[in-house]
């Protein structure tokens, strides 16, 4: 299968990256390496062609569409939430203009598109309705949710109007090896730097506040399976359908790690929200995908990547 990935070099994408050549797929990236690095990416040869370009780039459509493709995965995103909230342009320009022109790509080409999205979609949520079904009603609290949630309206008129097939993919709280400081999920590098360092965190909000952290590994999975289900045109919650509170987190990370972290606390940040848990019953189902990786063995290896590249 020929593979097209935007936003390949990034944190997601390179565990993506590798899992899509062990299975001998064609992968095409287009990164424009502005959180992401070549680095990431493992030996590149001629199964990983390598494209440094932004989505926003008039150029992106021209080139791409010279490939065929049978599928494109669109990770490439503006994923900080604080900074949605400061330049809502800025991170429209990158979520919902660059997304069009990947969208017409597609169009031209037949491809499947597989589409990052977001837990951030639903907003805050009532315990009752936790965990979150794919159903729900959709209030995201940020720019960044509502123009995840703007792109997912537009794949289903792209597939109303041209007959084009996507499959969305929104993701719990993902972690893992070279995740960076920012975006969304990121608490979990930010600790582990500062653990491997020796140094305090802080935790903003009083700590009792929950998200359900995958693995980037499974995430990269479900996405495999999402390019080949037949169960398409629809939306699939990636998730473990677990809830961790940051207090619980920190004491897992101390015990995987051996140190003694100190805590801080600050003020909660805006536009976050506090209890986050998402039904992976569909995804089950529909993709026969499940997470395999605990929280456990997943802080572990990412404790170890960042032990060695500190």
């Known amino acids: 299968m020929k593979v097209f990935l ?3 070099a990034g944190f997601i994408g390179s565990h993506l990256v590798r899992q899509l050549l062990q299975v001998d797929h064609r992968v095409f990236v287009m990164d424009n390496v502005s959180s992401g690095a070549w680095r990431h990416l493992p030996a590149r040869g001629n199964a990983c062609t390598c494209w440094q370009m932004d989505i926003r780039e008039a150029s992106v459509k021209a080139k791409i569409c010279k490939e065929k493709f049978d599928v494109i995965v669109h990770l490439a995103a503006q994923t900080m939430v604080d900074a949605s909230i400061k330049d809502p342009i800025f991170d429209a320009s990158e979520n919902i203009m660059g997304t069009l022109n990947v969208l017409e790509v597609a169009r031209q080409c037949g491809a499947r598109v597989i589409f990052a999205s977001t837990a951030a979609a639903y907003g805050d949520v009532v315990d009752t309705d936790l965990p979150v079904l794919e159903t729900h009603e959709l209030r995201p609290q940020s720019f960044y949710g509502l123009t995840k949630v703007g792109v997912e309206k537009y794949l289903d008129l792209y597939h109303e109007l041209y007959g084009l097939d996507y499959v969305v993919c929104r993701f719990a709280n993902v972690y893992g090896e070279r995740q960076g400081d920012s975006g969304e999920g990121g608490v979990i590098s930010i600790f582990a730097k500062r653990i491997v360092n020796g140094q305090d965190i802080t935790i903003y909000g009083d700590g009792k506040q929950t998200r359900d952290f995958v693995y980037a590994g499974d995430i990269a999975r479900g996405i495999c399976k999402a390019m080949t289900t037949e169960n398409v045109n629809t939306v699939y919650n990636l998730s473990t359908q677990t809830e961790t509170t940051l207090l619980d987190l920190v004491k897992v990370m101390r015990e995987v790690s051996g140190r003694d972290i100190v805590t801080h606390f600050g003020p909660q940040r805006e536009g976050d929200i506090y209890r986050s848990m998402l039904s992976n019953q569909k995804a089950i189902n529909g993709l026969g995908w499940m997470p395999e990786i605990t929280l456990r063995e ?13």
Do not use: A, D, I, V
């Open 6 to 8: 935007t936003g390949g």
């Open 298 to 310: 997943g802080l572990k290896r990412t404790l170890e990547y960042f032990e060695q590249n500190k």
